[in-house]
């Protein structure tokens, strides 16, 4: 039974996902963020019923804010960039509740749960690898919304992929987001998948806007244009610590993409129309395959 949400984050993902919980629940919703006026604004707005006080933390001026802690929370969502999820968890690993559900919205999962693990069980409460795969253009509170998550896939990664019961836990702990679908998968699994589907589209698009010629496409361009560059916009600093941890994965896809970029090239090099033809035609038929077109 979850009476109480504590936020860690209230960037676009924790603060939509706190919007989510204060706008389809009747739990109470518990935020912090390292600046203290966007916990303040997120209050303000609603958005919070208060703040979430960690060890050392003064209270706020404000006498009417209510402020509670994190043994207060059954379900801790921690919206930070990796390395500060392991931090947050280990630095507060005797403050959880016991029992407590702790879930991180992280874009990589092996070292996350490789660290947590094993610190969740010492302490005497869950944790599972969470990945909302969501998002837009812009970061920060300001941005996020109560449906970012409407409809969306949410990966969950337990330390035991056969322990059903805790994952209907998180499934049900999560149901006010509105995900289309919870995926349960293990660490390696997501880190593989999303070097794909997550980390190569960022690489492709942040590469191919570097071309002379972009800055001459106004009039010349439209959907295609829009659809490959529009995470060319990114969040540099995010991103280094994401593609550099999962490095290993994303240089296999690297090589795979240019491996067969050099097919396209020779075809064209050497005027092959036949080759040509068939490896664009190869491509059509792994988007039918994959895509059930």
Same mark, same amino acid.
């Given at each position: 039974?979850?009476?109480?949400?504590?936020?860690?984050?209230?960037?676009?993902?924790?603060?939509?996902?706190?919007?989510?919980?204060?706008?389809?629940?009747?739990?109470?919703?518990?935020?912090?963020?390292?600046?203290?006026?966007?916990?303040?604004?997120?209050?303000?707005?609603?958005?919070?019923?208060?703040?979430?006080?960690?060890?050392?933390?003064?209270?706020?001026?404000?006498?009417?804010?209510?402020?509670?802690?994190?043994?207060?929370?059954?379900?801790?969502?921690?919206?930070?960039?990796?390395?500060?999820?392991?931090?947050?968890?280990?630095?507060?690993?005797?403050?959880?509740?016991?029992?407590?559900?702790?879930?991180?919205?992280?874009?990589?999962?092996?070292?996350?749960?490789?660290?947590?693990? #094993?610190? &969740? $069980? %010492? !302490?005497?409460? @869950?944790? *599972? /690898?969470?990945?909302?795969?969501?998002?837009?253009?812009?970061?920060?509170?300001?941005?996020?919304?109560?449906?970012?998550?409407?409809?969306?896939?949410?990966?969950?990664?337990?330390?035991?992929?056969?322990?059903?019961?805790?994952?209907?836990?998180?499934?049900?702990?999560?149901?006010?987001?509105?995900?289309?679908?919870?995926?349960?998968?293990?660490?390696?699994?997501?880190?593989?998948?999303?070097?794909?589907?997550?980390?190569?589209?960022?690489?492709?698009?942040?590469?191919?806007?570097?071309? #002379?010629? &972009? $800055? %001459? !496409?106004?009039? @010349?361009? *439209? /959907?295609?244009?829009?659809?490959?560059?529009?995470?060319?916009?990114?969040?540099?600093?995010?991103?280094?610590?994401?593609?550099?941890?999962?490095?290993?994965?994303?240089?296999?896809?690297?090589?795979?993409?240019?491996?067969?970029?050099?097919?396209?090239?020779?075809?064209?090099?050497?005027?092959?129309?036949?080759?040509?033809?068939?490896?664009?035609?190869?491509?059509?038929?792994?988007?039918?395959?994959?895509?059930?077109?």
């Amino acid at each position: 039974m979850i009476k109480t949400v504590g936020v860690v984050g209230l960037g676009l993902i924790g603060g939509s996902f706190a919007k989510a919980y204060k706008a389809y629940s009747d739990v109470r919703v518990l935020g912090y963020n390292r600046s203290r006026r966007t916990t303040q604004l997120a209050i303000l707005e609603g958005t919070l019923d208060g703040a979430l006080l960690l060890e050392g933390d003064e209270q706020p001026d404000n006498s009417s804010v209510i402020t509670g802690t994190l043994e207060d929370c059954d379900l801790v969502i921690i919206a930070l960039y990796n390395q500060a999820i392991i931090d947050f968890v280990k630095n507060n690993a005797t403050h959880f509740k016991k029992g407590a559900l702790v879930i991180d919205a992280g874009g990589l999962k092996r070292r996350i749960c490789r660290e947590c693990f #094993p610190v &969740a $069980k %010492e !302490h005497g409460f @869950f944790f *599972a /690898g969470g990945h909302p795969m969501a998002g837009m253009k812009f970061s920060g509170y300001n941005y996020s919304t109560k449906s970012l998550f409407k409809d969306a896939s949410m990966i969950v990664v337990p330390e035991e992929l056969e322990n059903t019961d805790l994952v209907d836990r998180y499934r049900d702990a999560l149901e006010p987001c509105h995900f289309g679908e919870i995926t349960v998968c293990s660490a390696d699994k997501h880190d593989k998948m999303i070097a794909f589907t997550s980390e190569m589209p960022h690489i492709v698009s942040n590469a191919f806007i570097k071309s #002379p010629t &972009a $800055k %001459e !496409h106004d009039g @010349f361009s *439209a /959907g295609s244009y829009k659809d490959l560059t529009r995470v060319a916009w990114l969040n540099e600093d995010m991103w280094t610590e994401i593609f550099l941890e999962n490095k290993d994965n994303l240089i296999y896809e690297l090589d795979t993409i240019i491996n067969f970029l050099e097919e396209y090239k020779t075809a064209l090099k050497s005027n092959d129309a036949k080759l040509l033809h068939d490896i664009l035609h190869d491509g059509k038929l792994a988007k039918e395959e994959v895509d059930g077109i």
